[in-house]
């Protein structure tokens, strides 16, 4: 192993020259220029390594309200080019990239103000980001190239909006990202981003113990040409999201084997969305989400949120899809749209907020407005439970129209599920961390989901265990399940 350090002024060419096993550690400094890692291969073992040391800042240069205009000008030409608008083609501008590299570690980084995008890797292998720190940005990290895979981010902070104010509660949703004319003077798209944005990759991978707040979005797969074989095993587990003004976890187009467990969502104005016109086992387990914030101003839309965006069909085929032993404590609309086949919802502990109660107003559905037709065009969530093989069972939910309601409306059957409060602990909305999602002494939820068998990709069956509490703690901790599993898809 050889450890070599560099300055602003020599990490390019002494980058230009490491070896598998060389550590390359930036000596205190402002690294304000942008630097490409270019077909650098470590070895299995013996990778190579980019270190930050105490007081070396990477550093775009550039804040948010310096970017804007240029952001919203960028973002019209895009649109004018018949495309969504946004800074979505250019995440490939990044301060560090990575193309055609393997066997890479990235650690201990102190990374601000670079924009459109922090890192970037393109058709790459087996990269590890560990320990950095980000801020500001459009795409914390983004991955592009079908032969991408093998990515492991951990422990990894990202802090999009440092006004900790604009994304959350003043700009307007519409204002980053609707698909209106981009208003090149007033608009925000340069925050139209994510903290893990992907674009056709292989896949394989794993976001662990991550802390995204003040932020668009989160993590985000493409897959626009619905190639079965790329966009696979994401697992996205034990992580903070908070303040996040549009979707946490969201497989896009065609995505199979995605994991999201053991994460905790606060003030998030959506959660989940799979609104992928293929999608198959997909595992959400295990998380916890409350709030006591509705974002954005009074007046603006886009504020009522939503937990499960779907989309308005899915081709044959799709699914499974197994939403299990989840603890909410919601203020906003359920599934109110769309379809999910395969859909296995269980022993979930669901607790809707009550008018009066902090910011709520006790306005939700829980699958969308029944005076609307359920049909597969997605006016609201599906009634045809048998045709896209859908299964409720076990949970405990607290919300008007659960169940009797919705059985009028011909949803169900609601197998074993129980209307009811599901007793956590902070009886009104829970307290710091999330710990007042845990059960009560008398809570309803205690030892009542029985033993059910879950399909893993690989064709194997793993059981959950009879006798565990509804949601997502049991006792204090959270359920541990089993570790990720992940599959090997088709080759092209």
Not at 204 to 224: D, K, M
Not at 356 to 382: H, P
Request: include cysteine; proline fraction near 5%.
């Amino acid at each position: 192993m050889r450890v070599v350090t560099v300055t602003p002024a020599t990490i390019g060419a002494v980058i230009a020259g490491v070896k598998p096993g060389d550590i390359v550690e930036l000596e205190p400094g402002l690294y304000s220029r942008p630097f490409s890692l270019t077909n650098l291969r470590g070895e299995p073992g013996r990778p190579i390594t980019l270190r930050g040391t105490s007081w070396a800042v990477i550093d775009g240069g550039r804040m948010a309200e310096e970017y804007r205009i240029e952001a919203n000008y960028r973002a019209r030409q895009v649109q004018l080019e018949g495309k969504y608008p946004g800074l979505w083609p250019y995440m490939g501008e990044a301060m560090i990239a990575l193309q055609g590299c393997s066997h890479i570690v990235l650690e201990d980084l102190t990374i601000r103000r670079c924009w459109p995008t922090a890192i970037h890797l393109g058709d790459s292998q087996d990269i590890i980001i560990r320990r950095t720190d980000i801020t500001d940005g459009t795409f914390a990290i983004a991955a592009s190239g079908a032969s991408t895979q093998g990515i492991v981010i951990d422990s990894v902070r990202w802090c999009q909006d440092v006004t900790r104010n604009r994304i959350w509660r003043s700009a307007a949703w519409m204002s980053v990202h609707g698909d209106q004319d981009v208003d090149i003077a007033n608009d925000w798209r340069l925050y139209d981003g994510d903290f893990f944005r992907s674009e056709s990759i292989r896949g394989g991978v794993t976001i662990s113990h991550c802390q995204v707040e003040h932020a668009f979005n989160a993590v985000h797969g493409f897959n626009p040409g619905k190639d079965a074989s790329l966009n696979t095993n994401f697992c996205v587990r034990d992580c903070s999201f908070s303040y996040v003004r549009d979707n946490v976890f969201e497989p896009e187009d065609c995505a199979i084997n995605w994991w999201f467990h053991r994460n905790r969502l606060y003030n998030v104005h959506k959660w989940c969305s799979i609104e992928a016109q293929f999608s198959a086992y997909i595992y959400i387990f295990a998380n916890l989400s409350w709030f006591d914030e509705i974002p954005g101003r009074h007046g603006q839309g886009n504020r009522t949120g939503g937990m499960f965006k779907l989309g308005p069909k899915q081709d044959k085929g799709a699914g499974p899809h197994y939403i299990f032993n989840n603890s909410f404590a919601a203020r906003s609309d359920y599934a109110p749209a769309g379809v999910l086949r395969g859909l296995r919802h269980w022993a979930n502990a669901v607790r809707f907020c009550q008018a009066g109660e902090g910011v709520c107003d006790g306005k939700t559905t829980f699958f969308g407005d029944l005076k609307k037709k359920a049909s597969e065009t997605g006016d609201r969530f599906t009634n045809n439970w048998k045709g896209n093989d859908i299964d409720f069972a076990d949970d405990v939910i607290a919300h008007p129209q659960y169940t009797a309601v919705l059985k009028r409306n011909h949803y169900g059957p609601f197998r074993d599920s129980l209307a009811a409060d599901p007793g956590f602990r902070d009886a009104g909305w829970p307290g710091q961390g999330g710990a007042g999602l845990m059960l009560a002494a008398g809570s309803p939820c205690r030892g009542r989901a029985p033993e059910q068998t879950v399909m893993l990709p690989d064709g194997g069956m793993a059981l959950l265990p009879a006798g565990r509490d509804v949601g997502a703690f049991q006792g204090e901790e959270l359920m541990r399940w089993r570790e990720f599993v992940p599959y090997a898809p088709p080759t092209v």
